[in-house]
């Protein structure tokens, strides 16, 4: 929010002027005497994560993030006409918003730091999962934390975890993201560490899923499972810990059934993924706009007409293309994960070849079942495919 206050409130036809350089936008004084100008709804919608599930190693995303500048002038009505006064200006501090969100119930103003800063092992990064979004049933017998985040994974999955970067966007004591593999005897087979970028304007998203590893590089033959931990690196592997630990688990393909693998825009800066691995069917829906044709030929000099003329006609056929996911039984904290799902405008299906197919989630309301005995459920979800069926 920008609040601004000016002397010159009282001449006629007075507005403050919020140049952001390649726009402007014009706002009347409040009861107060004062502008007020919300950013979230000028930048939000200009903000996408662009970059594909498929990438390895670790990036910058640049278009995601908002550089804001701005100058506050003021104007008013010189001779009926509105005129931007050339003195009593005052530049902003440049600011970096980012595709996170706060709820009204968590206050005004809250540090971003708290929730996005890398500064212990309690520290999450940009992901809705948390350490009660799943639990692995051998985490216990294997002597793992039950405060690590637990992400099954197939051998065929691609996709990024997002982190700020370091003395970026947000102050954090996290220089690097390290990459530890094990086998079936939670023995540490292969080690390794991803530093991460210092830019102001972005976010830093590595490629931490298998496919992503495997591409740059790691050989996943025995591997069981794997962790990714933010921290600070001193002398490899020697390191602080400053976030989580993510432990990503291999789970085997269902064969029955085609996996449908989702992506899709969360509340916190990054990208989320879930498997949707029972039955699916895929549908057409046909929109058909018709006319009525005459029979005959009544600009002839003759009139005659065909067996095969057309009477009722399709003027054109708009062609819907939907497919109906299930999921295996989910958690209620993997429920809580879903409803981020629900509520993204930017999901996406995600290949086993690491393309990306552009989807509507067709939902309009979703039961969060939060039951005293934990029973399990699953989860139907109808996908509507934003691109068209033929041109």
């Known amino acids: 929010m920008l609040v601004a206050s000016s002397t010159n409130v009282a001449n006629t036809g007075f507005r403050f002027v919020f140049d952001f350089g390649s726009f402007q936008v014009?706002?009347?004084?409040?009861?107060?005497?004062?502008?007020?100008?919300?950013?979230?709804?000028?930048?939000r919608e200009s903000l996408k994560h662009r970059e594909g599930a498929a990438n390895e190693g670790i990036n910058v995303e640049y278009h995601s993030v908002a550089n804001i500048s701005c100058t506050i002038k003021e104007g008013w009505?010189?001779?009926?006409?509105?005129?931007?006064?050339?003195?009593?200006?005052?530049?902003?501090?440049?600011?970096?918003?980012?595709?996170?969100?706060?709820?009204?119930?968590?206050?005004?103003?809250?540090?971003?730091?708290?929730?996005?800063?890398?500064?212990?092992?309690?520290?999450?990064?940009?992901?809705?999962?948390?350490?009660?979004?799943?639990?692995?049933?051998?985490?216990?017998?294997?002597?793992?934390?039950?405060?690590?985040?637990?992400?099954?994974?197939?051998?065929?999955?691609?996709?990024?975890?997002?982190?700020?970067?370091?003395?970026?966007?947000?102050?954090?004591?996290?220089?690097?993201?390290?990459?530890?593999?094990?086998?079936?005897?939670?023995?540490?087979?292969?080690?390794?560490?991803?530093?991460?970028?210092?830019d102001n304007n972005a976010v830093a998203r590595v490629g931490a899923y298998p496919s992503n590893l495997i591409t740059d590089g790691y050989d996943f033959t025995d591997v069981k499972y794997y962790t990714i931990q933010a921290g600070e690196v001193t002398s490899f592997p020697v390191y602080t810990p400053f976030s989580r630990?993510?432990?990503?688990?291999?789970?085997?393909?269902?064969?029955?059934?085609?996996?449908?693998?989702?992506?899709?825009?969360?509340?916190?800066?990054?990208?989320?993924?879930?498997?949707?691995?029972?039955?699916?069917?895929?549908?057409?829906?046909?929109?058909?706009?018709?006319?009525?044709?005459?029979?005959?030929?009544?600009?002839?000099?003759?009139?005659?007409?065909?067996?095969f003329d057309r009477g009722t006609?399709?003027?054109?056929?708009?062609?819907?293309?939907?497919?109906?996911?299930?999921?295996?039984?989910?958690?209620?904290?993997?429920?809580?994960?879903?409803q981020t799902l629900c509520r993204s405008n930017d999901v996406f299906i995600i290949n086993d070849d690491g393309t990306m197919t552009p989807v509507l989630v067709d939902a309009q309301n979703f039961v969060i079942k939060d039951e005293r005995y934990s029973k399990l459920y699953n989860v139907t979800l109808n996908l509507k495919y934003s691109q068209p069926v033929g041109l």
């Open 313 to 338: 006609t399709d003027r054109y056929v708009t062609t819907t293309k939907g497919l109906q996911i299930n999921s295996d039984w989910v958690s209620v904290g993997e429920f809580n994960l879903l």
């Open 77 to 198: 009505l010189v001779d009926g006409v509105f005129t931007v006064s050339g003195s009593g200006m005052a530049d902003i501090d440049d600011v970096y918003a980012f595709l996170a969100e706060y709820q009204v119930s968590d206050g005004y103003k809250p540090n971003p730091t708290d929730r996005y800063g890398l500064f212990t092992t309690n520290s999450y990064m940009m992901s809705e999962r948390t350490n009660d979004t799943h639990k692995w049933i051998e985490a216990p017998s294997r002597g793992l934390s039950n405060d690590w985040v637990y992400i099954p994974t197939r051998l065929a999955d691609f996709g990024q975890l997002y982190a700020p970067c370091f003395n970026g966007l947000i102050g954090n004591n996290a220089d690097s993201l390290i990459v530890s593999l094990y086998d079936d005897t939670d023995t540490l087979i292969d080690s390794n560490y991803y530093t991460l970028p210092t």
């Open 245 to 307: 630990v993510y432990c990503f688990y291999l789970v085997a393909d269902d064969c029955r059934f085609d996996n449908v693998r989702l992506g899709w825009t969360n509340t916190c800066g990054g990208i989320d993924y879930f498997n949707f691995t029972k039955k699916s069917e895929l549908s057409y829906n046909y929109d058909r706009k018709q006319y009525q044709k005459v029979v005959g030929t009544y600009n002839a000099s003759t009139f005659d007409f065909n067996t």
């Open 26 to 43: 014009n706002v009347q004084p409040n009861a107060s005497n004062k502008g007020i100008l919300d950013l979230a709804p000028i930048f």
